[in-house]
Nanobody, 124 residues
Framework: QVQLVESGGGLVQAGGSLRLSCAAS????????MGWFRQAPGKEREFVTA????????YYADSVKGRFTISRDNPKNTVYLQMNSLKPEDAAVYYC?????????????????WGQGTQVTVSS
């Protein structure tokens, strides 16, 4: 079992930056592929970015490529999402997710564990 707790959300002006963190419980964090998803009101949860368990391979949705960066610190059991040049359309609840896999995973169905989410609001 893995428990995930996101933090770092908040209100930011368009063009600003935020860094989200996702802290994971357990001693096998390095065995998990990690991902970030987001869900805006009235919309389905969508993939943002993901990182593999150990090699650090990453993948980004086209909408965030070049602006967002995912990283992980395995000794700290934490995955991060650095968000720069934020736009109003980035506003959503952001969720981190985990799954035991060697691969970079890009769909909600691939993940087994989810955090409770953290709200990101971007004012124009």
């Amino acid at each position: 079992q893995v428990q995930l707790v996101e933090s770092g959300g908040g209100l930011v002006q368009a063009g600003g930056s935020l860094r989200l963190s996702c802290a994971a419980s357990g001693r096998t964090f390095s065995s998990y592929a990690m991902g970030w998803f987001r869900q805006a009101p009235g919309k389905e949860r969508e993939f943002v970015t993901a990182i593999s368990q150990s090699t650090g391979n990453t993948y980004y949705a086209d909408s965030v490529k070049g602006r967002f960066t995912i990283s992980r610190d395995n000794p700290k059991n934490t995955v991060y999402l650095q968000m720069n040049s934020l736009k109003p359309e980035d506003a959503a609840v952001y969720y981190c997710a985990a799954a035991r896999s060697f691969r970079v995973l890009t769909t909600t169905q691939m993940y087994d564990y989810w955090g409770q989410g953290t709200q990101v609001t971007v004012s124009s």
